[in-house]
């Protein structure tokens, strides 16, 4: 039977190979598909095409943040025996900035506002629905969106300081220091946080590729 550690290491490397897949997937649709600025685009989106209009809502960083969640685990294990104190309050914070990520996200409430839009019969119904779903829009990049950004890039930061301690080739956490200060800047801070955010996810998946090996050799 395998040991905790080998179990953690070895699923925290195949979360982030899959993120590995995943970023610039999300990248890459991005790119071709603008996401819209309205409530009523969004409605027409979701009506023409729903995986996409959810995908465009960040579905696939829904699914990368419970996949950070666990490379996170992992390198709290393997980084635990030194640095333990220091990891649980990367840790935490990290975790309370993927939650509030997860309360920030309404994919599945804009599309659901979007078929009571489609089944309502009046046009005041309608607009009723319409600023409902502005408001879901509003709530996307607020308070906890942003508390999201900052509190996962402080978690970075502390987890590289680690790395930079430890045995591990120090590369690993300058990149992951790199991409955690670049991380720090919510991307809803104009143009330079927008900037910063594309920029942050260059280190990040180099970050995530140099840790494919000490994650999977954990014992």
């Known amino acids: 039977m395998e040991s905790s550690p080998r179990i953690l290491g070895k699923t925290a490397a ?3 190979l ?13 790119s071709l598909h603008q996401p819209p600025t309205a409530a009523k685009l969004w409605f027409d989106l979701f009506a023409k095409n729903w995986l996409l209009g959810l995908i465009e809502m960040d579905l696939l960083y829904l699914i990368d943040n419970a996949l950070v969640a666990l490379v996170y685990l992992g390198l709290y294990e393997l980084l635990k025996e030194k640095h333990r104190a220091l990891m649980q ?10 939650a509030a990520y997860y309360s920030s996200n309404p ?10 839009y489609m089944a309502a019969t009046s046009p005041l119904e309608q607009q009723n629905w319409l600023i409902i779903a502005e408001s879901l829009i509003l709530q996307w990049r607020g308070t906890a969106f942003n508390s999201y950004y900052i ?8 987890i590289s300081y680690a790395l930079l301690k430890s045995e591990l080739p120090r590369k690993i ?8 200060i670049l991380m720090s800047i919510p991307s809803t801070a104009g143009m330079l946080g927008l900037v910063f955010s594309i920029l942050s996810l260059i280190p990040w998946l180099i970050f995530l590729a140099l840790l494919l090996k000490p994650l999977g050799r954990m014992r």
Do not use: D
């Not at 899959?18 to 991005?30: A, G, H, S, Y």
């Not at 956490?173 to 955690?180: D, K, M, N, R, T």
């Open 107 to 116: 994919a599945f409430e804009l599309w659901e506002a979007q078929r009571k």
């Open 151 to 158: 509190l996962n890039g402080i978690c970075l930061i502390l």
């Open 18 to 30: 899959v993120m590995l897949v995943l970023i610039p997937t999300q990248i890459i649709v991005f």
């Open 14 to 16: 195949v979360a982030s």
């Open 173 to 180: 956490g300058i990149i992951g220091l790199v991409s955690g």
């Open 89 to 98: 309050i990367a840790l935490l914070l990290g975790f309370i900035g993927i």
